[in-house]
């Protein structure tokens, strides 16, 4: 294990629902993602981490929900993407095969945070490992809703989040009492329904 990823795991813990990660699934991406990110897949599966703050998924999985949230934007035209993450009220973590980690969409709010990495024109396996350690518990924990949210529905499987109903997008409100546990790709693409997606100003 890499110092990075040593990293990754003391400020989000251990790995929890741990999913066995294909042989066909690694040699579909290799080429596509850095194989940093297919080492990873190949030691830790797809799984969640601080309690189900944070999950790594399957890219292929989640191409319905990255085909209603960018599959029409002008980001298409820059890079080809994968979704490689996501938090459990629906943070979107977009890799992208030149770029990087250039992009990152909020869908409860309908923001999407472009980027530019630091890495997108070099050491994209280092981007990778940088990914990783640079995640915290509380990037994914949308108004500290979480520990309320997990103590009144029960913890999160691989395939489900916190979503908000009616969805904050529509003005519902944003609190505790309005969570529900549901499935996470299909409340990913409803939620790409109600509202266009807000382009926020680049971070850096």
Known sequence: MDEYFELFLEKMGPAMHKRGVPAQSIERFRG??????????????????????????????????????????????????????????????????RTCDSLKVFAPGSYCFPRESAFQHGDLERGMRVFFSKRNRGENDFADLFVSASEKLGPLKHDEMYGFVPASALGGPVTSTHLKKVKAVEHLVLLAQPAPLQIMNPAT
């Open 32 to 97: 596509k993602l850095p194989e940093q990110l297919l080492a990873y897949w190949e030691d830790h599966g797809w799984c969640g981490y601080a309690e189900g703050l944070f999950w790594t998924v399957d890219p292929q999985e989640y191409e319905p929900v990255l085909e209603v949230w960018i599959g029409d934007s002008p980001f298409m035209d820059k890079d080809a993407y994968h979704i490689i993450a996501r938090g459990a009220f629906g943070e979107l973590y977009f890799w992208g095969e």
